[in-house]
């Protein structure tokens, strides 16, 4: 594996796409970066498409880093899965015992500072760009902003939500490679700053490319920034301007046993981008292609069951099961159970407990119908939502709930009626309240790379997963407050930065 650290970004190289009707679908040909590139149009958009480039890494073919490793596994909505030895490193995912020489984290330690430094290089460079229109120069600033937010936030989430992270807002010259952190409210600071403005620079939904960020791309990941930073003024502001300006909607679920109608259907490769999508990281299948280096997710074989063409992983847990509430359509369109019938002719089969001794659970949401996607299952053209409309009013209800309940409930209950549930009543109020839309989070959301990170940020973590792991797992057990909401910063990157950047306490 080639290490990228921060030490060494200067050597990074752009990916140049070819063509602009949808760009991020397109296979990336690498170009390297020297002083006379950034001048045209082209020049710009392949500096921006090589930013969101580091978005839909998964891994190297021998390390594995997709979202939901990070979001579900040590939740308390799924196991790792599959056995012990397959990708072991991932077993301290779901023990709490990482440690600093995880080949996984250092992995996603790169790639997010990798996706800054191209970030960085495209906020430095675009306002020089003599021969590039004002519009084109605009919209890739404004993108750059929401993509280095991003990667910002993802890596506070990871690794700095006790005691920050390194920030970095511009290309770093010799000299100025090693890097300390910033503590965690500056970096707060600058993503939502970063966020603020490319919502007021990016045009709205239809007025760019579809797979790029939109105002409503960067309004919706502001209001979740805000709501990991406790601003719940500042979170129902912006979920109700997003919810107010008409261009999102939660799509109609007609029954959970049709495939094209269930709630599972959210989130297949018909519903692309959809309407009740704000951002979703985009993906393509290559048709046919190589094993591994595809622009096709690896999700679907991953997370397909043993017995149905996949790995086995990221399997729902008997407390996920028990959440859901008798007769909500999101139950079969979020699990399988051993026997359901899947697509067409196939049938999820639990894989045998003696090998494999985990529940009889499957994940559905994402799985594809085997006639839509390439024989090979690793190159799944399905994309990965981030941000979604249900999100925008939980966390709308969730915010309101301090000044207005009687609109927290209604923004709540718009979710369930989607799904058919029953609605909240006005006799439900204060900490009920609140519980309902946790609640509602955690069945409307869950096996989306949300579960662990709200519980962290909920500030009960600890509690929940110490009570809900099974001992013959040692699934929660060992989580420990005050260190185990942020997974240990990588040796390596410790060493690269000659003392300057310190270990996460408690590793």
């Known amino acids: ?70 979001g579900d596994i040590p939740s308390d909505d799924a196991r790792k899965g599959s056995s012990l030895s397959d990708i072991a490193y991932w077993n301290a995912n779901e023990t709490f015992t990482s440690n600093p020489d995880d080949a996984g984290l250092l992995l996603v330690w790169q790639q997010q500072y990798l996706g800054i430094h191209r970030a960085n290089l495209v906020l430095e460079r675009a306002p020089l760009a003599t021969q590039a229109s004002e519009k084109v120069k605009n919209n890739v600033i404004a993108e750059a902003k929401f993509l280095r937010a991003y990667y910002h936030f993802y890596l506070l989430r990871m690794f700095g939500w006790n ?65 990991f930073h406790n601003k719940m003024d500042q979170v129902l502001a912006t979920t109700e301007t997003i919810i107010q300006s008409g261009k999102y909607k939660l799509l109609p679920i007609l029954t959970a046993d049709s495939p094209d109608s269930a709630f599972a259907a959210i989130f297949q490769t018909t519903n692309k981008n959809s309407a009740e999508s704000l951002f979703e990281i985009q993906f393509q299948s290559e048709l046919n292609g190589n094993w591994f280096g595809t622009t096709g997710t690896i999700t679907q074989v991953m997370t397909r069951g043993r017995n149905n063409k996949g790995w086995g992983f990221d399997v729902p847990t008997q407390s996920l099961v028990d959440e859901f509430e008798i007769n909500d359509p999101r139950y079969k369109g979020t699990i399988y159970t051993d026997g359901d019938k899947m697509f067409y002719n196939e049938t999820f089969a639990a894989p045998d407990s003696s090998q494999y001794p985990y529940q009889p659970y499957g994940k559905r949401k994402y799985i594809e119908n085997k006639d839509k996607i390439a024989s090979n299952l690793s190159d799944n053209p399905n994309n990965y939502i981030i941000v979604r409309y249900a999100d925008i009013l939980l966390m709308a209800a969730e915010a ?36 309902a839309i946790w609640h509602e989070r955690r069945v409307e959301l869950a096996l989306e790379s949300l579960r662990y990170f709200d519980l962290i940020r909920q500030g009960r973590a600890g509690t929940v997963l110490r009570a809900t792991g099974e001992p013959r797992f040692h699934e929660g057990q060992a989580f420990r407050d005050k260190v185990s909401e942020a997974f240990p910063i990588p040796q390596q990157e410790i060493n690269l930065s000659q003392g300057k950047l310190t270990q996460n306490t408690g590793y």
């Open 1 to 70: 594996m080639k290490k990228i650290s921060i030490a060494i970004l200067t050597l990074a190289t752009l990916w140049a796409g070819s063509g602009c009707k949808k760009p991020l679908e397109k296979d990336p040909l690498a170009n390297p970066v020297d002083e006379t590139f950034y001048k045209t149009d082209q020049d710009l958009l392949a500096a921006v498409y090589a930013a969101y480039s580091n978005l839909n890494y998964e891994g190297d073919g021998t390390i594995y880093v997709p979202l939901w490793a990070y």
């Open 400 to 435: 309101a709930l301090s000044v207005d309940e009687a609109k927290a409930r209604g923004y709540l209950n718009q979710v369930r009626a989607r799904a058919g549930m029953p609605v909240v009543k006005s006799n439900v109020t204060g900490t009920a309240l609140r519980d």
């Open 163 to 227: 005691e920050g992270i390194p920030l970095i807002t511009k290309v770093l010259a010799p000299g100025e490679f090693e890097q300390g952190k910033t503590d965690k409210e500056t970096v707060f600071g600058q993503i939502e700053q970063d966020l603020i403005d490319a919502a007021a620079a990016l045009p709205e939904r239809g007025g760019i490319d579809v797979g790029r960020a939109d105002k409503g791309a960067a309004l919706g990941l502001l209001a979740r920034v805000y709501l």
